[in-house]
């Protein structure tokens, strides 16, 4: 018997993918299939970006504090990276001419 492949891969990220079980709802998309969900509109821009930088312990408790090897990277390292390695797929999208 097999896993459950990418379908249990977006179960998986639902449940755990935030510092909470369960909090908030996530859900997993692929470049093809967020272009596939917004058939008829029309994309001006789709990027990933985002990084989570922060010790997860303190941000429950609403403390913003860098994991270290976060705060030893420059800025504009930190952004390029975040464009190879993100988490979150930005999509802006406009109704169809």
Same mark, same amino acid.
């Given at each position: 018997g097999g896993g459950g492949g990418f379908r249990d891969v977006d179960r998986q990220v639902a449940k755990y993918s935030e #510092? =909470?079980?369960?909090? *908030?709802?996530?859900?997993?998309?692929?470049?093809?299939? #967020?272009?596939? $969900? $917004?058939?008829? $509109?029309?994309? =001006? @821009?789709l990027f990933v970006e985002h990084?989570? *930088?922060?010790?997860?312990? @303190?941000?429950? @408790?609403?403390?913003?504090k860098y994991v270290w090897y976060f705060k030893m990277l420059p800025r504009s390292v930190f952004r390029l990276m975040e464009k190879f390695f993100g988490w979150h797929l930005c999509i802006e999208a406009k109704l169809g001419e």
């Open positions: #510092a =909470q079980t369960g909090c *908030p709802v996530t859900y997993t998309y692929t470049r093809k299939s #967020a272009e596939k $969900l $917004l058939n008829g $509109l029309k994309i =001006q @821009s990084i989570f *930088p922060y010790e997860i312990e @303190s941000y429950k @408790s609403y403390i913003y």
